[in-house]
């Protein structure tokens, strides 16, 4: 590996720690990048901040040009497939390169903590390719065999449930047998649940019983999901490229047409990066959007709007699902689209001349015994 300047553009990952676990933490790092064929891609450096001793491991000005060019990780599967040819280990690497390619800098206060942070990108992706629900942004079900509903506590799980068994079956066609209703947003936060939770059971079953506990009282929900589980990184002020995108993190696709964003569900889409220049699609999970597809979709949504029998508005999607099939045969139409959606969205309430692309991402706090920033509220 390459020494590098601790003030390059691409921060890449960070490991700090106190000074007498420090250097094993670094080997450890160094050791996992060897095994994952990467480490003469990955440039390091060495500093002191106020948290202790720090090391720093990047892309390399060189590897980043060729990798991720402008930060653009959309490629990056393309790439490692042509170098390590069938592997059933790509999408780790994925994750990894996309995480080292970073413009900001994910910090971890141990190795272990990082591997962790991997692990559950991995679990996300999974369970988020074999998600499909029913959309409904009014009404919400649960498998009856695990969950109750109350309106003050939301949807708890039957005590005795297993929390991770309950996820996979209200998420999971192939486990349960049917569609349960959902809003996006609620989606997310069911399988962000679930790759904690199945972290958790290899990590830190302490937390875990924890959490299980906690959702048997009082589901989290929201705002506060936000807050207790995610960690948002970039913002409206110094926003992240387009097209960076690391596999397993949550993100916002905004409507920017004022007129169709009033209709319920339609503010924007919540989806995850699955990898490989795709986003996985909550109502056709064998069906995931590239950034294209998502692109298109949200830009004809204006073009499904009406207004019901009792004066509310609603979205036509077959009517929508129409203009995207024209659009998409029509390459002129595409990226005319495409210079139009691919901008960064405006804050919120105004509607000019922004486009779809949110300027942050989110990704999981740390979860390891003694390092981790999970609190959990009070049920």
């Not at 936000?226 to 990184?233: A, I, K, N, S």
């Not at 995108?245 to 409507?255: C, K």
Request: one cysteine or more; glycine letters at 8%; a negative charge.
């Amino acid at each position: 590996m390459t020494p590098i300047s601790a003030h390059a553009r691409t921060a890449g990952v960070q490991v700090f720690g106190p000074a007498a676990d420090h250097g094993e933490a670094a080997r450890h790092m160094a050791a996992y990048l060897r095994e994952l064929g990467l480490e003469e891609l990955v440039g390091t450096d060495a500093w002191r901040d106020g948290d202790g001793p720090v090391a720093a491991f990047r892309l390399t000005d060189d590897a980043a040009a060729r990798w991720t060019p402008g930060h653009d990780t959309t490629g990056l599967a393309e790439s490692l497939a042509a170098r390590f040819p069938g592997s059933e280990r790509n999408l780790e690497r994925e994750i990894v390169m996309a995480m080292l390619a970073a413009p900001v800098a994910f910090r971890y206060p141990s190795h272990d903590e990082f591997i962790s942070a991997v692990r559950i990108k991995l679990n996300i992706v999974h369970a988020a390719s074999l998600t499909e629900l029913a959309f409904d942004t009014e009404h919400a079900e649960r498998p009856e065999d695990y969950w109750t509903y109350d309106e003050a506590r939301g949807f708890t799980l039957l005590p005795g449930k297993s929390l991770i068994e309950g996820l996979t079956k209200a998420t999971q066609p192939e486990a349960s047998g049917k569609l349960y209703s959902f809003s996006c947003y609620r989606a997310t936060e069911y399988v962000t649940l679930l790759g904690i939770a199945q972290e958790l059971a290899v990590c830190n079953p302490e937390l875990l019983a924890r959490l299980q506990h906690h959702w048997e009282q009082r589901a989290i929900m929201s705002g506060l999901f936000h807050d207790v589980f995610l960690r948002e990184y970039g913002s409206m002020e110094d926003p992240l490229p387009p097209k960076y995108y690391v596999p397993g993190d949550r993100l916002w696709f905004r409507n920017p047409d004022e007129h169709s964003s009033n209709v319920e569900g339609f503010e924007g889409s919540w989806v995850f990066y699955l990898g490989g220049g795709m986003f996985n699609n909550f109502w056709k999970h064998r069906q995931p959007f590239s950034l294209t597809a998502k692109c298109v979709e949200i830009y004809h949504w204006r073009h499904g709007v009406h207004t019901d029998d009792q004066g509310i508005l609603r979205l036509d999607e077959t009517r929508v699902e129409a203009r995207v099939r024209a659009s998409m045969a029509d390459p002129a139409e595409v990226d005319r689209i495409l210079k139009q959606m691919v901008r960064l969205r405006e804050p919120r309430g105004v509607y000019v001349d922004g486009g779809c692309i949110d300027t942050t991402r989110e990704c999981v706090r740390w979860v390891r015994p003694g390092t981790s920033d999970l609190v959990l509220p009070t049920p």
